[in-house]
């Protein structure tokens, strides 16, 4: 089979530290469950301001993984 499927899936990271912390948990946590993890794309990026200052951030992203060929 020539050419590549790829299966999409949505995740939200979170992270009191930055934006680009909250993308690696989101990416992290599914790989763990997630096999051949190939891309990502940052869709909405959120945070919560608490007394004037920046507290949490938070990152919606679409990851793309290919699909498994089935087994002969």
Excluded: C, P
């Excluded at 999409?8 to 680009?20: A, D, K, N, Y």
């Excluded at 608490?50 to 089935?70: I, M, P, S």
Aim: glycine residues 6%; aromatic residues 6%.
């Amino acid at each position: 089979m020539s050419g590549h499927v790829y299966k999409v899936v949505e995740l939200v990271g979170s992270s009191e530290t930055s934006i680009e912390d909250a993308i690696q948990t989101a990416i992290t946590r599914a790989r763990q469950t997630l096999r051949n993890l190939h891309w990502f794309e940052v869709v909405q990026t959120r945070g919560h301001i608490e007394n004037g200052e920046v507290r949490h951030y938070q990152v919606a992203l679409k990851a793309g993984f290919t699909l498994e060929d089935e087994a002969s």
